[in-house]
């Protein structure tokens, strides 16, 4: 699989396409499957090409193929980490994948015609009280009408401006602006509704497979440059779960008729993976213990007994423990937690003096990334950083943030596949039926016959959480119900 082989070897390279990697490692152009089919709805199915054309093409194809295998295989073979990836993670998992996605999803499509409906009653009046707030009527969804509105009309401050000099209306600018006056607010919401509706409520119905009567979504191994998988068509990785709205989305997956949805995820992996790379103790150790992380981070950040623990003190531990691990800047951390600079800063070094490990840890992963160009995940797969030579501050400084979080993310992703793996070959030992339908982020969705649903919660959970051993526990959380609403 050269797409797999191109992206075992560089996956911060774009492109693993064979027209990319003939033009990469050939220096040559080769004819395209539109340049013989067409492009659009007015391409050809390929039994309909012919066969005097179909059969070069194919053949060139499968000769491109091995042509790039013999420049792309030698190179991943001389780093034998390498090719236990590509042999034992990255290959194993194609089957796997194909089955979800011929397995697909079951969606229910009368829920998700209601709900957009009740959506557009919503937007309706979103649309009255922004009119309202503006005092004009105009196109919500045109970045110049809203620009004038804003910044022409209202005068409200410009924080940003786009490349072209205009005064941005990003969502990030929107939610700057939301915390001194109302209307930015309101326009947040409509965009959030009105993504929804027009993403998911109403397109999710139009992808139903009419022979399946599932939706099938594509699953992408070769486009993140963390080794995370991404899914297309429809993307089922960004269905919001902060909101309620977002959350009534994910009930429109159903089981059907004598079946459950069971859906286990990892928890807080990527913090486990940073308490087991630093070895930091006290990070470890509040794992080890199966303490609540976040209370435990702010005993320490704080001072205080862990009974003391205040529900404030905890979540802005929260936002410092996920915040930091991402390589958050005081500046950054400063607006999360609405607060000044001097305080957050204050809070990093205090965390970085109950964890020094963490400190230590990306100190370490900075440095290697300076000098290589690249970090590892815990099984040896390279996440390049090239920008990490850049002349660009912000270029550099991105590039560094991406070396400290890559190993965790890397690790988690690889961790996930295993894991799906070991399921796939469990579930064709099985003399009952289960499926798996859904891989989003640290999550997996299976769709199994209620009388077998306890048995094989206990065996997904067993297999995740043994994909690998760390030096701290490894927590999955299972949960099963109607929809997968209900299960998550």
């Not at 040559?28 to 309909?48: E, M, S, V």
């Not at 297309?232 to 004598?258: C, H, M, W, Y």
């Not at 100190?363 to 300076?370: D, Q, T, Y």
Request: charged letters at 25%; hydrophobic letters at 40%.
């Amino acid at each position: 699989d050269t797409m797999l082989e191109s992206y075992i070897l560089n996956s911060s390279v774009n492109q693993h396409n064979k027209e990319s990697l003939a033009l990469r490692y050939l220096d040559k152009n080769i004819t395209t499957y539109q340049d013989i089919a067409g492009k659009g709805a007015k391409q050809l199915p390929f039994d309909q090409i012919k066969l005097d054309i179909s059969a070069p093409y194919a053949a060139a194809d499968a000769d491109l193929v091995l042509q790039l295998h013999s420049i792309l295989w030698p190179q991943i073979k001389k780093i034998k980490e390498q090719e236990k990836v590509f042999k034992e993670i990255d290959m194993p998992l194609v089957s796997v994948l194909s089955k979800i996605e011929r397995s697909g999803v079951c969606i229910d499509k009368k829920f998700l015609d209601k709900f957009s409906g009740e959506l557009s009653e919503r937007l309706h009046v979103l649309e009255q009280q922004i009119y309202k707030e503006a005092n004009a009527e105009f196109n919500i969804n045109s970045p110049l009408q809203l620009q004038e509105i804003l910044y022409d009309k209202l005068q409200f401050p410009i924080l940003k401006k786009t490349p072209k000099g205009q005064p941005s209306t990003a969502e990030s600018v929107l939610q700057e602006l939301a915390l001194d006056y109302p209307l930015p607010e309101i326009i947040l919401k409509y965009r959030s509704l009105s993504k929804l509706k027009s993403t998911y409520a109403d397109a999710l119905p139009q992808q139903i497979n009419p022979k399946t009567e599932r939706i099938h979504t594509s699953y992408n191994q070769a486009i993140t440059t963390t080794g995370r998988l991404s899914s297309t068509d429809p993307n089922l990785q960004n269905i919001p779960v902060r909101t309620e709205e977002g959350r009534k989305i994910r009930r429109a997956f159903i089981a059907p008729t004598n079946c459950k949805i069971l859906s286990v995820d990892y928890s807080q992996i990527e913090l486990r993976l940073m308490a087991h790379l630093s070895q930091d103790k006290n990070l470890c150790k509040a794992f080890q213990c199966d303490a609540d992380i976040h209370r435990a981070t702010a005993a320490e950040i704080f001072d205080v007994e862990l009974s003391d623990v205040t529900n404030a003190q905890r979540r802005n531990a929260k936002t410092i423990n996920f915040g930091l691990i991402y390589g958050m800047s005081a500046f950054g951390l400063a607006k999360r937690l609405k607060m000044s600079r001097e305080d957050a800063q204050k809070y990093i070094e205090l965390y970085f003096t109950r964890y020094p490990g963490v400190k230590e840890y990306m100190e370490k992963m900075r440095n290697l990334a300076h000098k290589q160009e690249f970090v590892e995940t815990i099984f040896g797969r390279r996440l390049y950083v090239p920008d990490i030579t850049s002349k660009n501050f912000m270029h550099r400084a991105a590039a560094e943030r991406a070396a400290i979080n890559a190993p965790m993310q890397g690790s988690a992703a690889d961790i996930m596949k295993i894991a799906m793996i070991n399921i796939d070959h469990w579930i064709q030992t099985c003399d009952f039926k289960i499926t798996m339908i859904m891989q989003v982020h640290d999550e997996l969705v299976f769709e199994v016959a209620t009388k077998h649903i306890e048995i094989t919660s206990k065996e997904v959970k067993k297999r995740m959480e043994h994909a690998v051993e760390l030096d701290v526990p490894i927590i999955v959380d299972a949960g099963i119900g109607n929809n997968w609403d209900e299960a998550h």
